[in-house]
Nanobody, 125 residues
Framework: EVQLVESGGGLVQAGGSLTLSCAAS????????IGWFRQAPGKERQGVSC????????YYSNSAKGRFTISRDNAKNTVTLQMNSLKPEDTAVYYC??????????????????WGQGTQVTVSS
């Protein structure tokens, strides 16, 4: 079974940076994608970014473009989300997800097959 473990959340001042990591295991096929999502209190879960395992295709939400970078370390089966120029509105619980059989990854929450436990990111003003 696929398992996802996030790490790297924390408290940072506005304008600062944080790096989130998602350690993934249990895949039995090559067509899968890792996504990053976030959920602020009282709001719906929203997609931030995703990455295809087979070809490295990446996608970013408008709020993430130019500030966040998603990347992978194949040797460690880890996908990292580097977040720069953080804003208070980036405060949320961040989740990584796995989408199986993905030809092109998506950041639609309803299409994800597995979720990690989440990690809190708090950006102070």
């Amino acid at each position: 079974e696929v398992q996802l473990v996030e790490s790297g959340g924390g408290l940072v001042q506005a304008g600062g940076s944080l790096t989130l990591s998602c350690a993934a295991s249990g895949f039995t096929e090559d067509d899968w994608a890792i996504g990053w999502f976030r959920q602020a209190p009282g709001k719906e879960r929203q997609g931030v970014s995703c990455l295809n395992n087979n070809d490295g295709f990446t996608y970013y939400s408008n709020s993430a473009k130019g500030r966040f970078t998603i990347s992978r370390d194949n040797a460690k089966n880890t996908v990292t989300l580097q977040m720069n120029s953080l804003k208070p509105e980036d405060t949320a619980v961040y989740y990584c997800s796995a989408e199986l059989g993905a030809r092109l990854c998506t950041i639609a929450p309803g299409l994800q097959d597995y979720w990690g436990q989440g990690t809190q990111v708090t950006v102070s003003s």
